[in-house]
Nanobody, 129 residues
């Protein structure tokens, strides 16, 4: 069992930056692949970024095309925390951001919503233009 709590959201002007954090409780955080997703009003939840579990011999960090070069996902296994550094924010980045944890996730499935076992409650990011 893993509990996830996001923080760091808020209101920022276009072009600004934010860093989201996702604190995980429970053991074996390093065994989980982790992802960030977002959901804007009236839209489906979509993949933002994902990273492999720490023991994966084929370490990866993947991003949606819309955020490549602007967002960076990272994890601190000692602190059981996942991060999403967001820069050059745009109005279209406005959404509720969720972190998620999953076992048996590969690079092929890291962007698939229903492959994740645990979800946080979300944190709102609003980018004003």
């Amino acid at each position: 069992q893993v509990m996830l709590v996001e923080s760091g959201g808020g209101l920022v002007q276009a072009g600004g930056s934010l860093r989201l954090s996702c604190a995980a409780s429970g053991r074996s955080f390093s065994r989980y692949a982790m992802g960030w997703f977002r959901q804007a009003p009236g839209k489906q939840r979509e993949f933002v970024a994902g990273t492999s579990w720490s023991g994966d011999s084929t370490y990866y960090a993947d991003y949606a095309d819309s955020v490549k070069g602007r967002f960076t996902i990272s994890r601190d296994n000692a602190q059981n925390t996942l991060y999403l550094q967001m820069s050059s924010l745009k109005a279209e980045d406005t959404a509720v951001y969720y972190c998620a944890a999953g076992l048996s996730i590969t690079r092929r499935t890291v962007s698939t919503v229903n492959r994740y076992n645990y979800w946080g409650q979300g944190t709102q990011v609003t980018v004003s233009s």
